[in-house]
């Protein structure tokens, strides 16, 4: 099994900055996709952008040029770097890792809310 913990969330006004932060435990080993999602009131998950584990990142349209995704896999953290925030990236923040042994398995955060005020 794998753990995973978020923290970092909170509330911020429009163009402030927050960094999320998701410490892995548990069978980390074989962890590859590591990746933030978040679901506003109302509407679905949504991606927001993932990390492999080498490095190469993909982002939502939405964040792209706003947001950055890093991981230190010796600490088995996955990061979110959030600028030039928005109303709209209001929502709850979950992390997501993906590890293969004989089977692909995802786990999930508990979550961690970001509110972003006009």
């Known amino acids: 099994q794998v753990q995973l913990v978020e923290s970092g969330g909170g509330s911020v006004q429009a163009g402030g900055s927050l960094r999320l932060s998701c410490a892995a435990s548990?069978?980390?080993?074989?962890?590859?996709?590591m990746a933030w999602y978040r679901q506003a009131p109302g509407k679905q998950r949504e991606l927001v952008a993932t990390i492999s584990s080498t490095g190469t990142t993909n982002y939502a349209d939405s964040v792209k040029g706003r947001f950055a995704i890093s991981r230190d896999n010796a600490k088995n953290t996955v990061y979110l770097q959030m600028n030039s925030l928005k109303p709209e990236d209001t929502a709850v923040y979950y992390c997501?890792?993906?590890?293969?042994?004989?089977?692909?398995?995802?786990?999930w955060g508990q979550g961690t809310q970001v509110t972003v005020s006009s």
């Open positions: 548990g069978s980390t080993g074989s962890i590859t996709t």
């Open positions: 997501n890792a993906i590890r293969i042994t004989v089977a692909r398995r995802t786990y």
